[in-house]
């Protein structure tokens, strides 16, 4: 499985981006898919994270810190995800990784090692 993510760029405080992320390969590998960001300095942490890409079902599942302000969706037709960010703050302001993987529990969404399959990261830059 190979993730493509794009969409990055520079906005201002308050302003909005879409990131996009497209899986190529065995799709139906994978089970759990999302977004990661990794500021300079800092662990890489989980943004929002989808289980059930390929069934359908499921849920997304997002850090406090962007509640209410980011969403996840997906287009299964395209094997594609979105990340919809709104309202974003300086602190949003950090590399943005695409993430897949299969057979990861509930409990371990969250870390970045349970993850098998990386996109290349797409800057996200926010002005204040």
């Known amino acids: 499985v190979q993730l493509q993510a794009s969409g990055g760029g520079l906005a201002q405080a308050g302003g909005s981006l879409r990131l996009s992320c497209t899986a190529s390969?065995?799709?139906?590998?994978?089970?759990?898919m999302g977004w990661y960001r990794q500021a300079p300095g800092k662990e890489r942490e989980m943004v929002a994270v989808?289980?059930?890409?390929?069934?359908?079902?499921?849920?997304?599942d997002y850090a406090d810190s962007v509640k209410g302000r980011f969403t996840l969706s997906r287009d299964n037709a395209r094997n594609t995800i979105y990340l919809q960010m709104n309202n974003l703050k300086p602190e949003d302001t950090a590399v943005y990784y695409c993430?897949?993987?299969?057979?990861?529990?509930?409990?371990?969404?969250?870390?970045?090692?349970?993850?098998?399959?990386w996109g290349q990261g797409t800057l996200v830059t926010v002005s204040s």
């Open positions: 993430a897949a993987g299969n057979g990861i529990i509930l409990s371990s969404l969250n870390r970045a090692g349970a993850y098998t399959y």
């Open positions: 390969g065995n799709f139906f590998s994978i089970n759990t």
């Open positions: 989808l289980n059930g890409i390929v069934s359908g079902g499921g849920t997304a």
